[in-house]
T-cell receptor, first 116, second 112 residues
């Protein structure tokens, strides 16, 4: 199984809603990532989890809250978002050698978020 | 500063043509990734390389560590190769490489 599965594929939410994006992989990868991608722009790194610990938070607003319950699952909790947060949210995973290089990245299909 | 520059931004070619996309980066990396993104979102990893050359089917990726430059070549291009190709670098940080820094992508269209 070389898949990264993201749910939901599409999400529409109001600015007062609380919702979550989910990501799952069963490849034994110990590094998982959230990226945000706006239209016609490259992905931007939001969060990195390495061995279930948050290792990078690229100055992302607190209305985005990541969670890594176990080595196969990654969540992104959303609360009080703004319309400018509408984007494609991509999850990825890779092998991770502590203090060393990343392995090949496997991406999910993304969750397309629209904030009204 | 960790930067990745990619060229060209847009490329339109005829079916069968040899395609080259270039990528340069600013400082030392642990690996360089070439990715493909079709309309609709999903990203597929094509190559990960830290030296030399890799080949997969009609795709070839090369990297020159001294010159901090990589190229992606497509031989005998086909309309199904039409996609955005993204170069991404895994830069070293204090604890090892974390995440990728992406180039702006090359939007490739292969016309029949």
């Amino acid at each position: 199984d070389t898949e990264v599965t993201q749910t939901p594929k599409h999400l529409v939410m109001g600015m007062t809603n609380k919702k979550s994006l989910k990501c799952e992989q069963h490849m034994g990868h110990r590094a998982m990532y959230w990226y945000k991608q706006k239209a016609k722009k490259p992905p931007e790194l939001m969060f990195v989890y390495s061995y279930e610990k948050l290792s990078i938070n690229e100055s992302v607003p607190s209305r985005f809250s990541p969670e890594c319950p176990n080595s196969s699952l990654l969540n992104l909790h959303l609360h009080a978002l703004q319309p400018e947060d509408s984007a494609l949210y991509l999850c990825a995973s890779s092998h991770r050698i502590a203090g060393g290089p990343l392995g090949e990245l496997f991406f999910g299909e993304g969750s397309r978020l629209t904030v009204l | 500063k960790n930067e990745v520059e990619q060229s060209p931004q847009n490329l339109t070619a005829q079916e069968g043509e040899f395609i080259t996309i270039n990528c340069s980066y600013s400082v030392g990396i642990s690996a360089l990734h070439w990715l493909q993104q079709h309309p609709g979102g999903g990203i597929v990893s094509l190559f990960m390389l830290s030296s030399g050359k890799k080949k997969h089917g009609r795709l070839i990726a090369t990297i020159n560590i001294q010159e901090k430059h990589s190229s992606l070549h497509i031989t005998a291009s086909h309309p199904r190769d039409s996609a955005v190709y993204i170069c991404a670098a895994a830069f070293y940080s204090g604890g090892g490489a974390d995440g990728l820094t992406f180039g702006k992508g090359t939007h490739l269209i292969i016309q029949p």
